[in-house]
């Protein structure tokens, strides 16, 4: 799918944010839903293997969102996710066509159609509108406590808040969600892309044997308990790339998902990013584009 069309989506989900006067985070997909006169409700006990759904009907238009999980970042996705099918163009018209009942599945998801993929943008610039998160990112801490105050102050799950993080940091940080031995998918910010030729890892990729990841994910229950671990790694075990600057490594098991979330950044390499640097807006807005469709 173009990247234009994902970044469309997620610019989409900002401007509403933004138009429903919000200043601060958390954004409340909620609130926005009820404003818009839609009735929402929580998904039944029985309705299994989709995380929410947005059928047309009388007298309102019903958005059913998950709250199986019991968190609150996935309910807020959920939410977010169902109102880009409202919002978003052409999508209440697809979903008319095909019979008036859209069911979704879980957000990020590999290989997912077309609306989908937009309707999942939309809610990260919905739920982390640039124009609040900036700041935020770029006051954090580099790496994976940046990534938890993000995920705290916005209420989304620590996998959202990373994936926006990496798409928004002018310092150089890669994201990368692994399962086993292999990458399920990977997030680089711009300049990350920037530190050397080839910076790209596949779908599928496996993770480099010696790897403060590898060695995590080789134990199950380091995953599921949602335990950390923390080395340091060099560029080139990673990618196959001409420079080689050393990178922090942080790992987190991300629980029943089976997932783990690998953070490579580096404050050293950070000191040259200085946000305060240039203040021209055009250029952010280059520098800020969304990627979200890279690195699938
Ligand atoms: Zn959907």
């Known amino acids: 799918m173009a990247d234009f069309r994902l970044q469309m989506a997620t610019q989409a989900g900002e401007k509403v944010a933004r138009d429903e006067g919000f200043t601060s985070l958390p954004v409340k997909p909620l609130i926005i ?3 818009k006169e839609l009735h929402v409700e929580k998904k039944p006990p029985g309705m299994k293997g989709v995380s929410g759904a947005l059928i047309f009907m009388e007298p309102k238009p019903l958005l059913i969102y998950s709250s199986e999980h019991q968190n609150v ?12 099918h409202y919002c978003l163009p052409n ?16 957000g990020f ?7 989908e993929l937009e309707a999942d943008h939309f809610a990260a610039g919905l739920l982390m509108p640039d124009f609040l998160v ?3 990112i770029e ?14 102050s916005a209420e989304v799950s620590i996998t959202a808040a990373a994936i926006r993080l990496a798409q928004c940091a002018r310092f150089p940080i890669c994201v990368i969600v692994s399962e086993g031995t ?9 300049s990350f892309k920037d530190l050397g030729e080839n910076i790209y890892l596949p779908k599928g990729a496996r993770l480099p044997r010696s790897s403060t990841t590898a060695r995590f994910n080789a134990l199950a229950s380091n995953v599921a308990a949602g335990r950390q671990a923390t080395g340091e790694c060099r560029l080139r075990d990673w990618f196959d790339t001409d420079r080689n600057p050393a990178l922090d490594e942080q790992v987190i098991g991300l629980g029943s998902y089976g997932f783990t979330l690998t953070v490579l950044s580096s404050d050293k390499l950070s000191v040259d990013f200085d946000p305060d640097e240039d203040d021209e ?11 979200f469709a890279r690195g699938r």
């Open 33 to 35: 839903a009820e404003r």
């Open 73 to 84: 970042g996935f309910e807020n996705f959920s939410i977010a996710h169902e109102l880009g």
């Open 91 to 106: 999508h209440p018209e697809q979903i008319m066509q095909s019979g008036g009942q859209h069911f979704s599945k879980a």
């Open 109 to 115: 998801s590999e290989g997912a159609r077309s609306i």
């Open 134 to 136: 900036r700041k935020l």
């Open 139 to 152: 006051e954090s801490e580099v790496g994976l406590q940046g990534i938890r105050e993000l995920a705290g």
């Open 182 to 190: 292999a990458v399920r998918y990977a997030f680089r910010s711009e």
């Open 281 to 291: 807006d055009a250029t952010l807005e280059e520098s800020w584009k969304p990627k």
